[in-house]
């Protein structure tokens, strides 16, 4: 129902006398609309196509510009951004900043996605780092994560991590990435449980000692999807330890459908962000359960409705076991 409607009616039951509701609908009219989570969101999609186009101009005419006028420009660009940054950076605190100056986000924002830009275009021409694949990634990983801490965003973290994931893919089996999956490869396969765990470890702890902890989230959607198709990768292509990759697999969607419950019970504010890790657990537990179902029970044997029925039936209950989480979080909420 829209406020005039509300109001109309509440005016009809004799709660509201008509002046009373000439006023609130007036008011209704009038009061300022917040256009804040707008303009932030052109923003950051400004930012991004900025760069994408920066991208796109380097691909289409380095050949006339010139290599060195082009590094030259983003090495500029990138030291304009974060000069800006970091002379208007906010007050350093351990938890969420409020108070920042106007366009730093961005600023900070531009200079990761240029510094990528430059570095890529740099290896790419004149192979910078040689054949040590791994600098080009763990580099910015360095660089962006105390970045992230200092001026407080988490998207800078977010590119922070993903590097630091790739630079761990890239370190075991660097020809791989041109060749073939990585999680075809068991060393990788482990590396990024092992990083995954690390990294799951210290947000934790972070959080109990109340840095960041708003940080949290971030760290585990990120680590916590990659240490989930970490184990999916071991279970689905390493047949002598699949009992433990499924083990394993069991134990850490159980780890989330209670951390998610946990956060939904202690702080009932972040009971919408905590239904992610119970569909993370739920989703990567119902594609382990179907693959050992169909491995090892092989059901298309049985004849051709076992094959539908499971998928019917399994469905429906994974279904309504999500709409009723959901419903409790709402309620919760």
């Known amino acids: 129902m829209s406020p005039e409607d509300v109001l109309s009616e509440l005016s009809k039951q004799g709660i509201l006398s008509h002046e009373q509701q000439t006023i609130l609908a007036d008011y209704e009219q009038k009061k300022p609309v917040s256009v804040y989570w707008e303009l932030r969101s052109m923003l950051y999609v400004g930012i991004t196509a900025l760069s994408a186009g920066l991208g796109y101009l380097i691909y289409d005419n380095f ?43 961005y600023a900070l924002l531009l200079f990761c996605l240029l510094f990528l830009t430059l ?33 407080d965003h988490r998207g800078v973290l977010g590119i922070a991590l993903t590097a630091l994931i790739s630079w761990v893919g890239v370190t075991v089996r660097p020809l791989n990435l041109y060749l073939k999956t990585n999680f075809f490869d068991q060393p990788t396969v482990l590396s990024a449980i092992g990083l995954s765990l690390l990294l799951i470890g210290a947000a934790l702890t972070l959080e109990r000692r109340s840095i960041k902890p708003h940080f949290t989230y971030t760290y585990l959607t990120i680590a916590g999807n990659l240490l989930l ?7 689905f292509n390493f047949r002598e330890q699949r009992a433990l990759y499924a083990l394993a697999l069991a134990v850490v969607c159980v780890a989330f459908d209670l951390y998610a419950r946990h956060e939904r019970r202690t702080h009932p504010d972040r009971a919408a962000g905590s239904f992610l890790f119970l569909l993370m657990a739920t989703v990567y537990g119902y594609i382990g359960l179907t693959f050992l179902f169909f491995t090892y029970l092989h059901p298309t044997n049985w004849g051709e409705g076992w094959y539908y029925w499971y998928f019917i039936l399994t469905g429906i209950a994974l279904i309504a076991y999500l709409i009723r989480q959901l419903t409790g979080i709402r309620t919760t909420a």
Not at 71 to 82: E, F, P, S, T
């Open 63 to 105: 050949d006339q510009i010139g290599h060195g006028s082009l590094l030259l420009a983003m090495a500029a660009g990138c030291v304009a951004c974060l000069v800006y940054a970091w002379l208007n950076r906010p007050v350093w605190s351990t938890g969420i900043v409020t108070e920042r100056a106007a366009f730093t986000d």
């Open 119 to 151: 570095e890529g275009y740099a290896q790419y021409q004149y192979t910078l780092f040689g054949t040590r694949y791994g600098l080009a990634t763990l580099l910015p990983a360095l660089l962006f994560l105390p970045l992230a801490y200092r001026f």
């Open 229 to 235: 198709i970490a184990i999916l990768g071991g279970l």
